[in-house]
């Protein structure tokens, strides 16, 4: 089944514990993406890659890095979590860039820092 | 970046149709999004326009015209189902082809 799969989908963590959130696909897909979804804010971009070893910045990366060694992976880490990041986080990716590619999300992790 | 505009709420009943209207304004423009979102869950893609006109799909239809900045999602026959987060996407040629989503649309059906 072509999906998105991210772990761990609930997170309780305290201030300044790193951790990381990982994010698969098994669709080949070569754009990936890192969203967070806050009440009233929509979904935000955090970081994206357009390939391996290709990734750039979105629009609220700070606190945040990315990882792309293989094409499947697309690993979200926190150095030194914030209550500010308390949100719910989503992976997605999509076959191309451009044309009628739609983003294909994974489940959704959310965490809270306390 | 973009600037993308939905209502926040609408309410409709069971049968009957409601239009989601979005705005937007961009550069490069490259395509607009309208996904679906039930609480707690990933969104899910409904259609995709980038040419301006009506694309129908079942009873969801989306519409474009890119000289006013506006698109709409039109549900029709509601059903309770139905009830979720309906967010516009727009995606631009400037920054990499970046999907800007606007804060969504909650759609409440009732009986």
């Known amino acids: 089944e072509a999906q998105v799969t991210q772990n761990p989908r609930y997170l309780i963590t305290v201030t300044g514990k790193k951790l990381t959130v990982t994010c698969s696909q098994n669709?080949?897909?070569?754009?990936m993406s890192w969203y967070r979804q806050d009440p009233g804010l929509g979904l935000r971009q955090i970081y994206y890659s357009m390939n391996v070893e290709v990734t750039d910045k979105g629009d609220v990366p700070e606190g945040y890095k990315v990882s792309r060694k293989e094409k499947r992976n697309f690993p979200l880490i926190l150095e030194s979590p914030s209550p500010n990041q308390t949100s719910l986080y989503f992976c997605?990716?999509?076959?191309?860039?451009?044309?009628?590619?739609?983003?294909?999300f994974g489940p959704g992790t959310r965490l809270t820092v306390t | 970046g973009q600037n993308i505009d939905q209502p926040t709420e609408m309410t409709a009943t069971e049968g009957a149709i409601v239009q989601i209207n979005c705005t937007y304004q961009?550069?490069?423009?490259?395509?607009l999004f309208w996904y679906q979102q039930h609480a707690g869950e990933a969104p899910t893609f409904l259609s995709y326009n980038v040419l301006d006109g009506l694309e129908e799909k079942g009873r969801f239809s989306s519409f474009l015209s890119r000289s006013k900045g506006y698109s709409y999602l039109l549900l029709k026959e509601l059903q309770m189902k139905d009830s979720a987060s309906y967010l516009c996407?727009?995606?631009?040629?400037?920054?990499?082809?970046?999907?800007?989503f606007g804060a969504g649309t909650t759609v409440t059906v009732r009986a």
């Open positions: 996407a727009v995606r631009d040629t400037i920054n990499d082809y970046k999907l800007s």
């Open positions: 997605a990716s999509s076959l191309g860039l451009g044309g009628p590619y739609e983003q294909y």
């Open positions: 669709m080949n897909h070569e754009y």
């Open positions: 961009t550069s490069g423009f490259n395509g």
